[in-house]
């Protein structure tokens, strides 16, 4: 898994070689001579400069930039399947950020490990992900490929977030629109559908069911989303409404 914020996620006591190394001879019982060497092999890998004399710097050492880079080594250090990136470029700057997006484009397609992003950010989603699952108070409310639900989103949180976003080719005279409210307590949660209170089309929905019946996503494969609207209403709301804001 790749934390956060690297400053707070790697251990100022011990340097980065250690960091890395423990994880490896942990899981493989290699010996210390060999952890080091893996470390210095994973510290190239993912383009530290002079990894054989950095493998010894402590995280303070590094910048940040390369602290997540040093995070994503030890992350990669056993060959996993699958990475859990939690918001990994959030506590970087901009430029930094895309070489790190970058950085782990090269290295899902070198190693073939799947990596599940999560971000608030959809313009990392844009440049990096296959398939999205948009998430509201804890659930999968939207699920697709990245074409499908940027560019046709069906669920009304889906709207929210994208017409709350500025966009280079969007229309100049139309303000932003953030998704009004607040997000719910998770120990008490809104009946029905836990959107019900933002949102601005549930009077589409015969029989007030958004506020008795939880949506559910369908469990098969395939652009879905949890939500009582038909998809003739969904599309109509979107072509009419929600596109010509977001341009
Ligand atoms: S189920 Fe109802 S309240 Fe929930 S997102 Fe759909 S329309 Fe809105």
Known sequence: MIFQDPLTALSPYYTIGRQIGETYSKHTGASKKEARDRAVEMLTRVGIPQPSLRVDDYPHQFSGGMRQRAMIAMS??????????????????????????DLLKDLQQELGTAIIMITHDLGV????????????????????????????????YTWGLLSSMPSL???LDVPLRPVRGTPPSLINMPK???????????????GGKCSTERPLLAPATGHATACHLTLDRQQDIFINQIQPRLG
Request: proline share 9%.
């Open 76 to 101: 990669l250090v056993c060959d996993p399947d699958l990475l859990i990136a939690d918001e990994p470029t959030t506590a970087l700057d901009v430029t930094v950020q895309a070489q790190i997006l």
């Open 125 to 156: 989603i844009a440049r990096t992900a296959h398939d999205v699952m948009v998430m509201y108070a804890g659930r999968a409310v939207e699920r697709g490929t990245v074409r499908e639900v940027l560019k046709a989103p069906q669920h009304p």
């Open 169 to 171: 080719g969007g229309p």
């Open 192 to 206: 029905g559908c836990p959107f019900n209170p933002r949102c601005d089309h549930q009077e589409q929905v015969l």
